[in-house]
């Protein structure tokens, strides 16, 4: 299993970006899926998270700016970002609980980092 994140780039303060992660391999369901991107102190903070129903969380710092959506049938999960400031610039890492197989557990797999730049 893969993930696949795209996306990332460089814009200007007030402009919009759209993230997006695909799962590729053996992938039967998406379950939990999400964005962090890494803190001051070098820990991965959630950024958005979207369940299996479509209910989604966000941090504090995001909320209504950031929209995150999922698309099954694609086994992808997006990351649509306006108003963006110039704090948002960081690395975002794509996560999610993935199940192999209708039969096996669920594991939980992290996606490349891609780079996002807002200048001021």
């Known amino acids: 299993v893969q993930l696949q994140a795209s996306g990332g780039g460089l814009v200007q303060a007030g402009r919009s970006l759209r993230l997006s992660c695909a799962a590729s391999?053996?992938?039967?369901?998406?379950?939990?899926a999400g964005w962090y991107r890494r803190t001051p102190g070098n820990q991965r903070e959630m950024v958005a998270w979207i369940t299996s129903s479509g209910t989604s969380a966000y941090a504090d710092s995001v909320g209504g700016r950031f929209t995150i959506s999922r698309d099954d049938a694609k086994r992808m999960v997006s990351l649509q970002m306006d108003n963006l400031k110039p704090e948002d610039t960081d690395v975002y890492y794509c996560?999610?609980?993935?199940?192999?197989?209708?039969?096996?557990?669920?594991?939980?797999?992290w996606g490349q980092g891609t780079q996002v730049t807002v200048s001021s």
């Open positions: 391999g053996n992938v039967f369901s998406l379950v939990n």
């Open positions: 996560h999610a609980f993935i199940r192999p197989s209708q039969s096996s557990p669920v594991y939980n797999y």
